[in-house]
């Protein structure tokens, strides 16, 4: 049986007018807008079954077919065709299913089923997988290191409700969509970042992209940008810093807290550092993304000359200066 009859859909007979079919259409467009039921998802419905009702019978060539062939009046062309070339007289019949008038003389039901295979053979039209998408995201470096979560608003592309996708509304462009099938809705996402990302990173998320015509949504990529960090640079999965070292500590030895993105962590110096001196500080830098070893933190030493000197200081310094002259001599 016909899944749809139309003419029921609209509420008249099969001989209406098109003044008749027009004012049908009408009186129930009003009835079941979503503007007037909106959240109502069974009038909706209804209207997108009264649009596609109008769309055929207001339309003289559609209607010819669909009187013919019912619902499958979009393959008018090929079951004519398929007429022509098997010389078989065949019509609609008002039953509900193609040739459904046919007289049993015309062929039998091997004939008509070799008949449907053929003519349906390759009227298929190809699914195909909807367009990814990227999306551009900042995340701090804290939040590289650490992993993250990013809560983002996107505009999905949906099929329009009002015209059905179609694109048209009793013969003119859609008001909603404007003539282009599809509207943009928001959607709000909780995406996570894992640890380790790093400029240029792509963070996939599967299903979020555009729609598909008869397949899946396409996916939505997040592609990562480090924020620049005020204390820390980095170098892959390894960071680099400067830390402050006094005078006396660079000439005697003594220890200097450096930072590090997730706490400080306690260096050595060793008598006589020299400014500009690295030290390495392993497994303190930035996790690999997938997993694996940490990258390692390097600290260049910044010797820190003192501000002023009291006259007790400044006589030392005087002293050690005496003495460092006196032994060059010697």
């Known amino acids: 049986m016909a899944k749809k009859d139309y003419y029921a859909i609209l509420g008249v007979k099969r001989g209406a007018g098109d003044k008749e079919i027009r004012q049908a259409y009408r009186r129930l467009a009003r009835k079941y ?18 649009n596609a009702a109008y769309e ?20 008018a062309d090929q079951f004519e065709e398929a007429r022509r070339q098997s010389g078989q007289r ?36 190809r699914s195909r997988r909807g367009e990814d998408v990227q999306h551009m995201i900042e995340v701090a470096l804290e939040e590289a ?51 380790g990302v790093t400029n240029g ?36 999965d390894d960071l680099h810093t400067e830390v402050d070292v006094p005078l006396l500590d660079a000439v005697l030895g003594g220890e200097a807290a450096v930072p590090t993105l997730k706490r400080e962590a306690v260096l050595k110096i060793p008598p006589l550092t ?31 000359l003192p501000a002023e000197l009291s006259p007790e200081e400044r006589e030392l310094f005087e002293k050690l200066k005496a003495a460092r002259r006196a032994g060059s001599k010697g």
Request: charged share 25%; proline share 5%.
């Open 33 to 50: 807008h979503p503007d007037v039921n909106a959240g109502d998802k069974a009038a909706e419905e209804k209207f997108k079954e009264i």
């Open 90 to 125: 065949f019509s609609w019949g008002g039953r509900g299913a193609p040739f459904g008038g046919f007289e049993m003389g015309d062929f039998g039901f091997g004939d008509l089923g070799d008949m449907l295979g053929g003519l349906f053979k390759g009227t298929r039209t």
């Open 201 to 236: 990173s792509r963070v996939r998320v599967a299903g979020e992209g555009r729609p598909g015509r008869g397949g899946p949504r396409g996916d939505l990529y997040l592609v990562v940008s480090i924020a620049p960090h005020k204390r820390f640079s980095r170098r892959g």
């Open 145 to 195: 290191h650490s992993g993250t979560t990013r809560v983002l608003t996107i505009q999905n592309e949906e099929a329009c409700s009002t015209c059905n996708g179609s694109g048209k509304l009793v013969g003119a462009v859609c008001h909603v969509c404007q003539g282009s099938g599809v509207v943009m809705r928001p959607r709000r996402l909780e995406v996570k970042i894992p640890p």
């Open 274 to 304: 020299q400014n500009g001196q690295v030290f390495r500080l392993a497994g303190l830098g930035m996790p690999h993304l997938g997993g694996g070893r940490k990258g390692d933190l390097y600290a260049r030493v910044k010797v820190i």
């Open 56 to 75: 055929v019978l207001s339309d003289a060539e559609k209607r010819r077919k669909y009187d013919l062939y019912g619902d499958q009046w979009q393959y």
